[in-house]
């Protein structure tokens, strides 16, 4: 079955480290997302990718950094610019100029400060 | 630019009993409404989608939602829950003009926590 598989979905990390979360899709999406959900709040977009080699920062990109190159893979790294990375980190997929299609979500990261 | 309000943080409810959920949305175009549920620790699953026609849209899970363009409202419904339906549930909008750009942006509401008690 096609589907989004984020890794680890549990992550710590030590003060000043930087630490990156994986998600590979196989639903030949083009576009990617990563979201932030914290409690109360909502998701906020962290990136985005439409297309491979390409990235745009979303609503709150401070203290993140990702990469695109391949299709499938999208990995985020939560710098030790991040002073508050303890949140639900969530991945999501969709396909290109669809603004009507719904996209789809691996089961997330849960990442922690030790 | 869009934005999406949940009144309810949380709704109590027993078994077998109705239940709605809203969701209030603010846009200058016209828009995609979507509503998904996460259950504890896993990622956001579908429940429905209105994109254009009818304004009732029927979901999975028995869900339905109905699409009121006057008063901007996309409230979710459920005849009669079930323990298994205790979840939080996101009502998202996307905004019709972002497909000329391909890039869709989906803006969430802060999310309902539906508890089910038997």
């Known amino acids: 079955d096609g589907g989004i598989t984020q890794s680890p979905k549990y992550l710590f990390r030590k003060e000043g480290q930087n630490v990156t979360l994986s998600c590979e899709q196989n639903l030949n999406h083009d576009a990617m997302y990563w979201y932030r959900q914290d409690p109360g709040q909502g998701l906020r977009l962290i990136y985005y990718s439409q297309i491979v080699n390409d990235f745009q920062k979303g609503d709150i990109a401070e203290g993140y950094s990702v990469s695109r190159e391949k299709k499938e893979s999208f990995p985020l790294t939560v710098t030790s610019a991040q002073k508050n990375p303890t949140a639900f980190y969530l991945c999501a997929s969709t396909n290109y100029g669809s603004s009507n299609q719904p996209q789809h979500f691996g089961d997330g990261t849960r990442l922690s400060i030790l | 630019a869009q934005s999406v309000t949940q009144l309810d943080s949380q709704v109590p409810v027993f078994e077998e009993a109705p239940v709605e959920l809203r969701c209030n949305y603010s846009?200058?175009?016209?828009?995609?409404l979507f509503w998904y549920v996460q259950y504890p620790n896993q990622g956001l699953q579908l429940l429905l989608k209105?994109?254009?026609?009818?304004?009732l849209v029927k979901g999975i899970n028995g869900f339905e939602a109905e699409f009121n363009k006057s008063q901007t409202s996309f409230h979710l419904r459920k005849p009669s829950v079930h323990i298994s339906d205790t979840a939080e549930y996101f009502c998202a909008v996307s905004e019709e003009h972002s497909k000329n750009t391909g890039f869709q942006k989906l803006v969430f509401g802060t999310g309902t926590r539906l508890l089910v008690s038997p």
């Open positions: 846009s200058s175009v016209s828009v995609y």
């Open positions: 209105y994109l254009s026609g009818s304004t």
